[in-house]
């Protein structure tokens, strides 16, 4: 039988148990690792409806953590926070402890005086009673597990270390796992022994760093502190105020404030405190800054500040603590389309606005500046799958939302013209999915592709746009990455986001016709990769691609879906397998199965951010997903004549980045 646990600290703690049937290793840690993969830093849900919670009697509101036991040397942290809305509703979080915040919405969360239940989107539920002593019920995963879970108040240092791998080092301390124990003796000790409190240990970072990431009790950043940390070291472009604003962590923040952190050092990437701050939407956090005497209006670059920043996400919340006046969100417009003519819908500063349109012919609509063209053609279900010739190629991947970002780049290197039109001749370019959720501008990014598809056939050209998970997740209603904006404009038209692009809407319909892989010259393209399981499955690139599609989106499904649509909506699954870079890496022997089973050379996939693209497997894996979700960052990957290379920014073309696999 194997042991897990989920433990707490503070005042409201977490202690989970599982008993198990015996199962496979690699079944318990995929089984994590689709609860690891839940996590965004940027979440938004829907408050869910809180059942007599006037009467509760055992108070479950707060942050609470525990350990997922992955064997006897290795448990892995989950966290949980719950909150009442000003509406007096009970919402609940989670996330995985390493990211030091829980964001990932709980549906469904119902809780009484004795007894407590939630689902999370496409993972599994947890119906359990309450006690004085802790909560204990049942998690059943969708995969059909049932995990016997308790919940307890505290976390005791031995819960705590379970989280890490027992030392074979005899008396030699592990300082990492020490620091994250809370352990200030341990580091008196290390200190004591000639180590410099400012050095870089273990994975290239300082006490004070891994201090600000891993201990929750805040003990051990608060004695390097006041023994001479240096608050303002830079480590990987990036200071511990930076690091705790990142993590979500207020009580640091204002501990380093304390301590004369620079609270508008700006870093080579043009990244801040404060950047930090508005990105994850962290108003407490952005008043402590501003409090601390953080100038949002220093120049990140030219002419763009923090405050534009603030301005473009356009959070309510963020704009008060910055004295910015808050109009209301725009966005469309969100057509439907019946036969005979189409409806149009915008939002313009919080007012809805609807055209009447009574053809279907191809036109451009247009209300208050927001254009959007429309073709007459409905979009049929692509089918074509291989493309060869002479052409160049090129492709993106993760906009998330990053409009002004993506046309930039495109703009930049030759992709189209400053009209925003068509510029790559015969070329095709591919866009290797995640146009939702994380940014402001998604609604832009669609009916730009929408209508660059036809630009580039009129010359010639091909754009082929794929689907990730972040498409797919919309789609099957998980809203959970949404921008703020958008659960306002589903909150303003009185319908969930989601339903926007059902069936019968201009959009839906096209984005149901695309394809989750597509190769090019020999080139596969997708989202998240190909796990080495596909090829002793023997199924083709078509067979993935129509199983895939038939059962995109399960509400609109007579039936559940099958083995295979499970196995290629899941984890190992095309849009989220990140196997090439994380977690059990694919094999040598196994990529060149792969390629050899496709009859392909390269595989280019998005979905695990990089810094830069970059090759691995000596090239034969290509990773294009450049961090264009951050909004400052992003690169297209260029092919001709079989040389690849990389266009930046500022449309200057580099070579590939190399990763050594291990």
Not at 196 to 220: F, M, P
Not at 276 to 299: V, W
Not at 326 to 347: F, I, L
Request: hydrophobic share 35%.
């Amino acid at each position: 039988m194997i042991l897990l646990s989920l433990s707490i600290k503070k005042r409201n703690s977490l202690k989970l148990i599982n008993h198990l049937k015996p199962i496979k290793m690699s079944q318990l840690i995929n089984f994590m690792c689709s609860l690891i993969t839940l996590f965004v830093i940027n979440s938004n849900t829907s408050p869910q409806e809180l059942a007599q919670n006037e009467k509760i009697s055992i108070p479950i509101e707060g942050k609470w953590e525990g350990n997922l036991v992955i064997n006897e040397n290795k448990s892995i942290g989950i966290m949980w926070r719950f909150e009442t809305t000003e509406e007096r509703t009970l919402i609940g979080f989670m996330g995985p402890a390493s990211k030091g915040a829980a964001t990932i919405p709980m549906q469904d969360l119902k809780v009484t005086e004795t007894t407590l239940s939630f689902s999370i989107h496409s993972q599994g539920s947890f119906s359990g009673l309450i006690s004085e002593t802790g909560i204990t019920g049942t998690w059943s995963s969708q995969s059909g597990k049932q995990l016997v879970i308790y919940m307890a108040r505290e976390l005791t240092q031995e819960q705590l270390s379970k989280r890490f791998t027992k030392s074979s080092n005899g008396d030699k301390i592990n300082i990492q796992q020490e620091i994250a124990l809370g352990n200030v003796q341990a580091v008196k000790t290390f200190l004591s022994k000639g180590n410099a409190i400012d050095s870089l240990y273990g994975e290239g970072q300082t006490l004070l760093i891994y201090a600000i990431k891993k201990d929750r009790t805040y003990k051990v950043a608060k004695y390097l502190l006041e023994n001479g940390a240096n608050p303002n070291l830079v480590t990987d472009d990036l200071t511990p105020l930076m690091y705790a604003t990142a993590y979500q962590n207020s009580a640091m923040v204002q501990e380093l404030i304390g301590y004369k952190a620079n609270v508008n050092f700006i870093s080579k990437e043009k990244q801040s405190a404060i950047v930090f701050a508005i990105k994850g939407r962290n108003a407490e956090i952005l008043k402590l800054l501003m409090d601390g005497g953080a100038d949002p209006s220093i120049p990140l670059k030219e002419d763009y500040s923090a405050v534009d920043l603030a301005k473009e996400e356009n959070i309510k919340e963020i704009l008060e603590v910055l004295n910015i006046p808050y109009e209301g969100v725009s966005d469309g417009p969100y057509v439907m389309q019946t036969e005979t003519g189409r409806t149009a819908t915008w939002v313009n500063k919080g007012e809805i606005h609807t055209q009447k349109i009574r053809s279907k012919d191809s036109q451009s609509i247009e209300y208050n500046g927001v254009k959007a063209k429309l073709w007459n053609n409905t979009p049929k279900e692509v089918k074509q799958l291989v493309y060869n010739g002479n052409f160049k190629i090129g492709a993106v991947s993760d906009i998330h939302g990053q409009y002004d970002t993506f046309m930039k780049l495109l703009k930049n290197n030759g992709v189209i013209d400053n009209q925003e039109k068509w510029s790559f001749g015969n070329g095709h370019f591919v866009v290797a999915g995640d146009m939702f959720d994380r940014g402001p501008q998604v609604t832009e990014v669609l009916w730009f592709l929408y209508d660059l598809e036809k630009q580039a056939e009129e010359k010639g050209g091909k754009l082929h746009v794929l689907l990730g998970n972040h498409d797919v997740m919309v789609l099957n209603g998980n809203l959970r990455s949404v921008h703020p904006k958008y659960t306002e404009i589903g909150k303003i038209l009185e319908k969930p986001f989601n339903t926007l692009f059902n069936k019968g809407t201009v959009l839906g319909d096209w984005l149901r016709t695309r394809p989750v892989l597509v190769k090019v010259n020999d080139i596969l393209f997708t989202h998240g990769g190909l796990h080495p399981d596909l090829v002793t499955k023997g199924l083709s690139i078509e067979d993935i691609n129509n199983a895939f599609k038939l059962q995109l989106v399960e509400s609109e499904m007579a039936e559940k879906r099958n083995e295979v649509g499970n196995f290629l909506h899941r984890q190992n699954g095309p849009i989220y397998y990140r196997g090439y870079f994380q977690g059990e890496l694919a094999t040598d022997l196994q990529i060149d199965a792969l390629l050899n089973h496709f009859n392909i050379s390269n595989i280019v996939v998005g979905h695990t951010t990089h810094k830069h693209i970059e090759m691995h497997y000596d090239g034969r894996v290509i990773v294009i997903d450049a961090n264009m979700k951050s909004g400052t960052m992003g690169e297209l990957l260029l092919w001709q004549n079989g040389s690849f290379s990389r266009g930046n920014l500022l449309g200057k073309e580099l070579p590939l980045e190399t990763e050594v696999n291990k």
